[in-house]
């Protein structure tokens, strides 16, 4: 494995180091899709649970179709750090709290039978994805934390994890309180799914990549209209985007983005800690390692949780730059070699929305809410999915229901996500532009100006050009902001992200901003400057639909 980044969707802005996961890209380029299809079923989007659906449903028999709007396995799980685990943080405490003990057990059971499909899964298809089998730590370094550790350890093992406390683990820094569970892995997530998806052809599936979807219509059968307007027929359909693309179950009032960055840099063999470790405390930070060459791993750090769209100027930077220097801090002399970003959505109730899209659905279903546990939350949900489209019902299919709702327990965390979408969809409109005119916006920087009564998000190239587009997301209509470290514009409402020219990279947007056509006077160099040079596309203020890209990775 090379060390040499190549970029991705995702991976920053040119030139940056990327995902390690994404220089591993063998395998076809496959069409769009360009005309009219049927099948059993269509799963929109290509990530581990779109992929992990498909595979399970074409080996039960059934025609599949899955539509892609980037690449198979190069959306969100192309930047993961890959752990696939039934340990997810300290939360079966919580779970516990909310679903009962009995909805914690199911929990348990269903994300360690995961893990479990994905080693028998690799080893049946001959999959080489690096899988390696290692024991998962949350850990504290917070004396006064001593007491919920040992709760959530009791909590775990109640749940059916072979968990233990400790106060003791193999890494190279003291803890006061640890989770110890067995039995878990990681792997290279794109090396296992493209397997699958190498599998899923040969059952006779069909992938088409570059097909974005805009349009649902529920019936008998469903039909699923592309932004080409090409239409795909079929009984089922699976919604397996990042965030919903058809949000008719009102999951956005539900569901909380948050964006986590990546560092990765080669130590010795004798450093490696042996296990996936994580701890929510300093903005998180998630520790494992991956295979490189003889005498030295790869150690993959994972931290500085933040809300996209809601940072400042400069701000990515310095949270890469502390990341980088705590995992020297903890881990010696780290060469940073890969970085790149991920992003991951969050339940009010802390377990992932799987099954039916909304309350009267019959046959279509959504994954999503994998709260940066995407590896095996996707494979559940693939398996959870193809059972139930099979008229089979898994035991924990009521716990993972989409439609469900707890209102005492979920109202804090609802009151308190609305509040912020709320602050940023009326305060943003009123508050200053972030520059008053273009000319301020530095070389590789970006800002909103307003410019003849109107918003537009402003970019200027390393060369000095200028590109604008509209400030609105075209999801609900939240002002943008520029994240100068990735180079896009992210709205901090849903999460939704554009690239400079107003493309989508990531939903729950699935239009790109609208073109700015106008030009704007710059008070200090005098003459008017032109600033039309974004991308096409219309705008819409429409919920009805979201953003696609495949479900899956999480920064854990």
């Not at 059968?221 to 079929?234: D, I, L, M």
């Not at 699976?238 to 569901?255: I, M």
């Not at 929305?353 to 939350?377: D, Q």
């Not at 947007?509 to 106008?518: F, G, H, I, M, S």
Request: net charge negative.
């Amino acid at each position: 494995m090379g060390l040499e980044s190549a970029s991705g969707s995702g991976s920053g802005s040119p030139g940056d180091l990327g995902s390690l996961w994404m220089e591993y890209a063998p395998g076809p380029d496959r069409p769009p899709l360009d005309g009219p299809v049927e099948a059993d079923v269509a799963v929109v989007g290509g990530g581990v649970a779109g992929l992990c659906t498909a595979w399970e449903l074409a080996r039960a028999g059934r025609s599949v179709v899955l539509l892609e709007a980037d690449r198979v396995a190069a959306g969100v799980t192309g930047y993961t750090s890959a752990k696939v685990s039934a340990l997810h943080g300290a939360v079966y405490s919580r779970i516990r709290e909310v679903h009962g003990a009995r909805g914690a057990r199911l929990y348990g059971r269903s994300q360690q039978l995961a893990v479990e499909r994905v080693a028998a899964v690799s080893e049946e298809l001959g999959i080489d994805c690096d899988l390696e089998r290692v024991p998962a730590y949350t850990w504290t370094e917070d004396p006064e934390r001593l007491d919920d550790f040992r709760d959530e350890a009791d909590a775990a093992r109640a749940a059916g994890l072979a968990a233990s406390f400790t106060t003791e683990t193999p890494l190279p820094f003291p803890v006061v309180a640890a989770v110890r569970v067995e039995d878990q892995a990681q792997f290279h997530p794109r090396k296992y799914l493209l397997g699958l998806a190498a599998d899923l052809e040969v059952l006779g599936g069909r992938i088409f990549e570059r097909t974005r979807v805009t349009g649902l219509k529920e019936g008998s059968p469903c039909e699923v209209q592309t932004a080409e307007g090409h239409r795909v027929r079929a009984r089922d359909v699976v919604v397996a985007t990042h965030y919903p693309v058809f949000d008719r179950a009102l999951l956005f009032s539900r569901l909380e983005v948050r964006r986590e960055l990546v560092v990765a840099g080669p130590v010795p063999a004798a450093v490696d800690p042996g296990g996936a470790f994580l701890t929510p405390e300093g903005g998180t930070r998630s520790v494992r390692t991956a295979p490189l060459d003889p005498g030295r791993r790869l150690l993959i750090v994972t931290g500085e949780k933040f809300t996209p769209g809601a940072v400042g100027a400069g701000e990515v930077a310095e949270r890469f730059e502390r990341l980088a220097d705590w995992a020297r801090e903890r881990f010696g002399e780290v060469p940073i070699t890969h970085r790149w970003a991920t992003q991951d959505n969050w339940t009010t109730d802390s377990v992932p929305y799987v099954g039916r899209l909304h309350a009267a659905s019959r046959h279509a279903y959504v994954a999503t809410g994998f709260a940066g546990w995407g590896m095996s939350g996707g494979v559940m949900a693939g398996a959870l999915l193809a059972d139930r489209i099979r008229g089979r019902e898994p035991a924990w299919s009521s716990l993972y229901d989409p439609v469900r709702l707890h209102p005492v327990r979920e109202a804090p965390a609802m009151l308190r996500l609305q509040a912020k979408v709320a602050k940023h969809f009326v305060g943003d409109r009123f508050a200053s532009g972030h520059a008053d005119a273009v000319d301020q916006i530095p070389p590789g920087g970006g800002a909103v100006v307003r410019v003849g009564g109107r918003r537009l998000a402003v970019h200027r190239d390393e060369a000095g050009a200028l590109h604008a587009v509209s400030a609105r997301c075209t999801h609900l209509g939240c002002l943008v902001r520029f994240n100068d470290e990735e180079r896009a514009w992210e709205c901090p409402c849903h999460g939704s992200r554009f690239g400079v020219d107003g493309c989508v990279l990531q939903g729950p947007a699935v239009r790109p901003l609208e073109r700015a056509e106008t030009r704007a006077e710059s008070p200090a160099a005098g003459p008017e400057v032109p600033v039309g040079d974004g991308g096409s596309g219309s705008a819409s203020d429409s919920g009805s639909v979201s953003g696609q890209g495949g479900t899956g990775g999480g920064a854990r």
